[in-house]
């Protein structure tokens, strides 16, 4: 089954600088169709997770330009060019392209602030 | 704007049934692809499966420890989607998330199962 390993699991941040999460996973997810179902997804303390980015590279409505997404095959990668108070939470990966076994997460990244 | 709100959520004893019930409002549910997703206390997300749209047959498919277990249904006239969930475990103890395919998503609703 495929695997989703995340890097780093905990990261502080300071105010205003950068910040970059990797996603690895353990078959490539370039699907058939040409498309790589590839996802970023942030969850703050108590509430829902957010969907940020899909297909790699692509940003929900409403997420703020500061946030990209980037990677092909089996490494991917999550930057924040300048890190926010509301930024703090968990960040997860997830892919799409193999079924079975189905839409996999990767452990979540914590963000805190230094 | 898309709006999904999950019930049914409750204390229940290992070996029972629980169905939880999501309603969805903002979209064009017939067609939708509708995921579950579980989040364990303290832990990360975890799907736990999905129907397709009408359009696409409505089929379902499962995560590998609820297979045979939980079982999916919708009913487009009532923009719902349900989740049946037997054969309960303490490890199926979470929220339990309805979501438009990672789109967009609910609130949850808290599953706990103890004897």
């Known amino acids: 089954d495929v695997m989703m390993t995340q890097s780093p699991l905990s990261l502080s941040v300071t105010l205003g600088q950068p910040a970059s999460i990797s996603c690895r996973s353990s078959?490539?997810?370039?699907?058939?169709?040409?498309?790589?179902?590839f996802y970023w997804f942030h969850q703050r303390p108590g509430q829902s997770p957010r969907r940020l980015i899909y297909?790699?590279?692509n940003r929900d409505s409403g997420v703020p330009d500061r946030f990209s997404g980037s990677g092909s095959g089996t490494d991917f990668t999550l930057k924040i060019s300048r890190v926010e108070a509301e930024d703090v939470g968990v960040y997860y990966c997830?892919?799409?392209?193999?079924?079975?076994?189905?839409?996999?997460f990767g452990q979540g990244t914590k963000l805190e602030i230094k | 704007e898309v709006q999904l709100g999950e019930s049914g959520g409750d204390f229940i004893n290992p070996g029972g049934s629980l169905r939880l019930s999501c309603v969805a409002s903002?979209?064009?549910?017939?067609?939708?692809?509708m995921s579950w997703v579980r989040q364990a206390p303290g832990k990360g997300l975890e799907w736990v499966g999905r129907?397709?749209?009408?359009?696409?047959?409505?089929?379902?498919e499962y995560a590998a420890p609820v297979k045979g277990r939980f079982t999916i249904s919708r009913d487009d006239s009532r923009d719902m989607v349900f989740l049946q969930m037997d054969s309960l475990e303490s490890d199926d103890t979470a929220v339990y998330y309805c979501?438009?395919?990672?789109?967009?998503w609910g609130r949850g609703t808290q599953v706990t199962v103890s004897s």
């Open positions: 979501t438009t395919e990672g789109q967009h």
């Open positions: 903002g979209f064009t549910f017939i067609n939708a692809w």
């Open positions: 129907i397709k749209g009408e359009i696409d047959g409505g089929t379902t």
């Open positions: 078959h490539s997810l370039l699907y058939s169709d040409g498309n790589t179902y």
């Open positions: 297909k790699v590279s």
């Open positions: 997830m892919q799409g392209s193999h079924w079975p076994p189905g839409y996999t």
